[in-house]
């Protein structure tokens, strides 16, 4: 009997939504809420560890910097495990490697041991994210790619505020560590039913293993109507590439998309991962009680959820313009935080308008960059798109806390924090302009299709 050749990724493009797309989308949730847990909790806890180590706010900075260098290692290093073992794989050791840190932090006793388990814990927060989104983007239809990217990463704002939450109740009580242990002990419990229940991503195994028993009970799950034999042969339409090299990142027609997306993770990490670790305290300077303080960053991470909905499926329909108007209300709201004046309702509300738009803007970056790799080099190039934001976030929030130790006004800091967003609605624009030329069929490369044949 004749073979029926089925190629993946127009059977996966064609068919519904199913209950297996929601089970990987959820379990990518669980990933990345626990991961926002464990990235959060530093962040929420930093007043509190300066005021247990009587430490200058330059102390925290190191701690931050740390961290972010954890991630941008962890990122690369994870990315090219995603590409080269599988997205399985790299999800669930990156969920152990930021979570097993968390546990031991609280036998800490010096920032020094704070900043190496910071950056050890940063290795797995890095590579949690390409392989997960590089999971998303290969299991959801493209009309979908946008809105499941993002739904997931609803995940990672839901971790942000269940953290703020056991601050607020925990700290007081037993101590700044207490948060950590809080998400060390979910994210070992995570890893565990990972390694029992999370799928590899069909098209990984497409490439890799096309007639692995795997793939075709994966298959089954995505598209249960498509008849398959038992004489099916799945294949994905991409050259092979014997080994990775970031050189495959700017040749074809890949340059353009890489250097915008570098440029647009560099400086949208300069403004966003800078706000997201001090804005605890910067809220506790304008007047704020420590427990209002991480109440309202838990409440800022809850709106951040709304408006990364709504920006999901504006994404999908109109494409990455659609983050240039959430990065100038950003601007525009970080800004304006300044000029919320003694008014405790007025600075709340300030909060969560900058953090919310900041945080839409942040996924809306995550959402796009896996569109613009074919399935052997996204993990990789992902990797290396959020490394670059990683090494801004490595500096950002660094200086900070040494421009903050050396009482730099409040209003200045708020207006160097909001400055690079300018450069990441350039960067959007440059971005839009690819979509565009793409969706009038011009030869523009694998930009909103990652299994085209001029890869």
Partial sequence: MREAEIQIADLIDSRPLNAFHAFILALCFLILCVDGMDFGAANVAAPAILRAFHAEKSAMGMVFGWGYFGILIGSVIFGYIGDRFGRRLGAIASVLAYSLPGVVTVFVSSFGQLSALRFLAG??????????????????????????VMFAFVGYSTGVATIGLVAARFIPRFGWSSVFLVAG?????LGMFLAFFLPESAHFLAVSDPQSPKLRKIVSRLAPDSGLSSNSHFFLL??????????????DNHWAATSLLWTGYFAEALTFMTLSSWLPFLLESAGLSPRQASLTYSYAALCAIACILLVSRLLDS??????????????????????????MVAIIITALLAYSFSSSTHNALNATVGYFYPTQIRGSGVGYATGMGRIAAIFGPTITGYLLSAKLPMKSMLYLIAAPYLVVILAFFGLSLIHNRQNRGENVGDYNNPVATSE
């Fill in 123 to 148: 290795l797995g927060i890095g590579g949690v994210i390409p392989n997960t989104i590089a999971l998303l983007v290969e299991t959801a239809p493209r009309r979908f790619r946008a809105s499941f």
């Fill in 185 to 189: 002990v979910a994210g070992v419990a």
């Fill in 238 to 251: 991409e050259k092979a590439k014997s080994k990775f090299s970031i050189r495959l990142l700017f040749t």
């Fill in 318 to 343: 109109l494409g990455p313009v659609t983050a240039v108007f959430t990065a100038l209300c950003s601007i525009a709201s970080i800004i304006s935080l300044s000029y919320a004046g003694v008014s």
